[in-house]
C-alpha cells in the first residue's frame, strides 16, 4: 500500500458524498469519499493512500501510458451534478457510462458529440460467463 502524508485544502459536499481536496509537496490531489466523514476538516493532515495496483502509468510526454483496454468512443449524454458528473459514451453501438468529478468534466472541455477515449485497467475488468 503507497502512502502519502497530505494536509486538506478544501471539502466540497453533496449529500452523503465529499470532494476532498489535499496538498502533498506542493501538489493538489483529490478523493472522492463515498460516506461523509464529518471529522475530517480543512487544514487537517491526512494519509493519502492508494493500492499499488491502482497507480496508471503515462509518459511525460502524454503519448504512452499503461492502460491497455481503451474504447475509442463519442460522449452521448453528460449529466453533471454538484461533485460528479455522468458520462454515456457511445462505443461501436455500445453504451459506456463514467463517472467523473465534475471538476474534470469542466476540465476536460466535456461536449455531447466530442471523441474520447475510455480506459479501464487490466485488473480492474471483470469476466462473467456467457450462457
Known amino acids: 500500500m503507497n502512502q502519502l502524508l497530505a494536509e486538506i485544502t478544501e471539502i466540497k459536499t453533496s449529500d452523503d458524498l465529499a470532494l476532498v481536496k489535499m496538498k502533498c509537496e506542493d501538489e493538489i490531489f483529490s478523493s472522492l469519499i463515498i ?51 455522468e458520462v454515456i459514451l457511445n462505443y461501436k453501438g455500445h453504451s459506456i457510462t463514467s463517472i467523473i468529478t465534475s471538476e474534470s468534466c469542466e476540465a476536460m472541455n466535456l461536449f455531447i458529440g466530442k471523441e474520447v477515449e475510455a480506459l479501464v485497467k487490466t485488473n480492474d475488468l471483470m469476466l462473467i460467463q456467457h450462457q
Open 35 to 85: 460516506s461523509r466523514d464529518d471529522s475530517m476538516s480543512v487544514g487537517k493532515k491526512v494519509w493519502m493512500s492508494f493500492k499499488e495496483t491502482e497507480v496508471m502509468l503515462r509518459e511525460i510526454s502524454g503519448e504512452g501510458i499503461s492502460i491497455k483496454n481503451r474504447f475509442a468512443s463519442t460522449i452521448k449524454t453528460l449529466q453533471k451534478g454538484k461533485l460528479l458528473c
